[in-house]
């Protein structure tokens, strides 16, 4: 049996290179992916024994009856959340992805935002750009309160959670965080709700791995709960947030900023969005950097090695 990888996305031209030269690797496939796997000729289909695939692409559990080698579904980075997981496994299919490969650099991007929203950077951008500013003597853009003493709430406390919380403290901020369950192995404080932790904190930070149970979990109530003051900044994934609550908030005055990297409807950003000067915006490159393709191209690579071995997966997806 031939080792035939099938690419379901784009990825970096390095990590393509080093997938062709260890096995037959077809696609990458347009999107969405039921079209584009329903087009392969059966012969193609027939020989899949693996698809590489991102956590946000949907893959329908109806495809996996095209690919009747399949035996991996290997995600680059650490989201799964498009994949029929219960189905796979009942098929006898393993699901693996990268967990914490990106942390770091996603949790970078996370206090870049959180400044740049905070701090209204792209408002004294356009600031400049528009020639009010005439030196200290001259117009000045009112004062805004800084990181220094600011709460800073943590919804998903896991490797890039915790990976911001350490990059936090310094900033002198005080941390605490709601998880599905407490930790016993972190020093800060764990709020048994969503909605107490946005009534906490000055920053509300979305770090939690995305699933069915939290689509939309910041809603109105939520952002009413954050307050006037409040910043949320969502480095997770866009079905998190209820982007046209947002909007609304952001508007109305009901919270006083916000810096994104992911979208609800994603790659499609709200027009609202950009027409906001307290808003930061990010093309979903949290983990685009040097060190993050890295890594996770080698646990796909070690993935795939370990599947076509015969061995267990090294990262499979959590039960």
């Known amino acids: ?19 062709a030269e260890r096995y037959e690797t077809l696609g990458p496939l347009t999107q969405p ?25 949907v893959i329908p559990e109806a495809s996996l009856s095209r690919f009747p080698a399949l035996g991996l579904l290997a995600c680059v980075g650490s989201g799964y959340e498009g994949m029929p997981v219960a189905a796979a496994r009942h098929r006898g299919i393993e699901v693996t ?19 740049s929203s ?19 003597a001259g117009r000045r853009l009112p004062p805004v309160r800084g990181l220094t003493g600011r709460r800073l709430g943590i919804y998903g406390l ?13 900033f002198e901020m005080e941390i ?48 009413a709960a954050l307050g006037a003051g409040g910043v949320v900044v969502n480095i997770s994934r866009g079905s998190i947030i209820d982007e ?21 409807h994603e790659p499609r950003v709200t027009p609202a969005l950009f027409e906001l ?17 890295e890594a996770m191209r080698t646990m796909v690579l070690d993935n795939l090695a370990a599947f076509f071995a015969g061995r267990a997966p090294l990262t499979p997806v959590p039960d």
Not at 97 to 115: E, K, Q, R, T
Not at 158 to 170: D, E, F, T, V
């Open 1 to 19: 049996m031939t080792d035939t990888v099938l690419l379901a996305t784009n990825v970096q031209p390095a990590f393509r290179a080093a997938l």
């Open 33 to 57: 992916f039921e079209p584009a796997a329903s087009a392969l000729p059966s012969a193609d289909a027939a020989r899949v024994r693996a698809i590489v695939t991102m956590g946000s692409l």
């Open 97 to 115: 992805h990268s967990p914490g490969a990106n942390a770091a650099s996603v949790a970078d991007l996370a206090m870049g935002l959180m400044i």
């Open 118 to 136: 905070v701090r209204n950077l792209d408002g004294a951008r356009s600031f400049l750009q528009a020639g009010h500013f005439q030196g200290t």
């Open 158 to 170: 896991g490797a890039i959670g915790h990976k911001i919380a350490l990059r936090a403290a310094p």
């Open 176 to 223: 605490a965080y709601h998880n599905r369950r407490a930790r016993t192995d972190v020093p800060y404080p764990w709020l048994p709700s969503l909605h107490s932790l946005a009534q906490w904190a000055d920053v509300l930070m979305v770090a939690a791995r995305a699933d069915a149970s939290n689509h939309h979990a910041i809603d109105h109530d939520v952002l």
């Open 244 to 264: 046209a609550a947002l909007v609304a908030a952001l508007q109305q005055g009901l919270v006083a900023g916000a810096g994104l990297d992911v979208f609800e």
């Open 277 to 293: 000067p307290q808003v930061a915006l990010s093309p979903h490159i949290g983990g685009n950097t040097h060190e993050a393709q």
